[in-house]
């Protein structure tokens, strides 16, 4: 397998962007091809939401250089709150996760999705 450097640029970009905006209690791991996913313990869905846009805006404003070029990035997040004290399960609320990503690509790019 063959990755332009640029891709591996902008996986960098926003992997230094979560690990520069999480907090110590919170996980965060790539999850898929692109995808990364973040755990956010003991925090509301308006809690993540309020993350989530901090992240966005974060990648939105990083840059780095390549060569000659800037290469600049955006992402689009969709969140979910799972509660386990309620026995919601936690793969449930990736899939909802990831509805809430592919509404947030849906519906232009670089923004924040929410599903219940």
């Known amino acids: 397998m063959v990755v332009h450097p640029k891709t591996v640029l902008q996986e960098i970009l926003v992997s230094n962007q979560i690990r520069n905006s999480k907090r110590k209690s919170d996980i ?47 992402i689009s997040l969709g969140v979910t709150q799972v509660d386990l004290s ?8 990736l899939k909802q996760a990831d509805k809430a990503l592919y509404e947030a690509k849906a519906t232009g790019r670089n ?3 929410i599903k219940n």
């Open 86 to 93: 309620a026995n919601q399960n936690i793969e449930e609320g």
């Open 111 to 113: 923004r924040v999705c």
């Open 28 to 74: 965060s791991a790539r999850f898929g091809g692109e995808e990364f996913v973040i755990l956010l313990p003991n925090t509301n869905v308006n809690g993540a939401k309020i993350v989530a846009e901090n992240l966005r805006k974060s990648v939105e404003n990083a840059h780095l250089i390549y060569d000659t070029n800037t290469v600049s990035y955006t």
